[in-house]
């Protein structure tokens, strides 16, 4: 057949490689539309760059700690640890407390706090009108 000449190992491996590209189909659509979603106004590219950096930092931490833990390096895993979550916190810190940002971003919000509330008015409005209907109706 066409898959004899593979071992086990190998069938097994290429199962898991099948199964999450089909996990991750659907995952991706997903992650597309939020990412939509979030980048709408100014202030969603703010929080998709704090998101992204934010995992990223994450990512190469975790990347770097698993290397010398592993590995026979010679230096102090505490000088290593200490060093990365100060750079990263410092910087996201700053990204997040940015003037400039979060003036964008109270701007943002309140148009879609003012946009909510007229919404909900003609809503309102709407439905007086047909509770005023049904109650003609029923006379």
Same mark, same amino acid.
């Given at each position: 057949?066409l898959?004899?000449f %593979?071992s086990?190992k190998? @069938?097994?491996? $290429?199962? &898991?490689?099948f199964l999450s590209? *089909?996990?991750?189909i659907?995952?991706s659509?997903?992650f597309?539309?939020e990412?939509?979603k979030i980048?709408e106004?100014?202030?969603g590219? %703010?929080v998709?760059?704090? @998101?992204t950096f $934010?995992f &990223?930092?994450?990512g190469?931490? *975790?990347?770097?700690?698993i290397i010398f833990?592993?590995?026979?390096?010679e230096?102090?895993?505490?000088?290593?640890?200490l060093t990365?979550?100060?750079?990263f916190l410092?910087t996201i810190?700053?990204m &997040?407390?940015?003037q400039d940002?979060l003036?964008r971003?109270?701007?943002d919000r309140m148009?879609?706090?003012?946009e909510?509330?007229?919404?909900?008015?003609?809503?309102?409005?709407?439905?007086?009108?047909?509770?005023?209907?049904?109650?003609k109706?029923?006379?």
């Open positions: 057949m898959f004899d %593979l086990v190998d @069938v097994i491996v $290429l199962n &898991l490689i590209s *089909i996990i991750m659907p995952l659509v997903w597309f539309y990412v939509r980048c106004k100014a202030s590219f %703010l998709l760059g704090q @998101v $934010l &990223l930092s994450w190469s931490f *975790i990347t770097i700690f833990a592993f590995t026979q390096a230096i102090s895993a505490l000088s290593l640890i990365i979550v100060v750079g410092g810190t700053g &997040l407390f940015n940002a003036k971003t109270y701007q148009v879609e706090r003012e909510r509330v007229e919404d909900y008015d003609i809503w309102l409005n709407e439905s007086k009108t047909l509770l005023k209907e049904m109650k109706l029923r006379r």
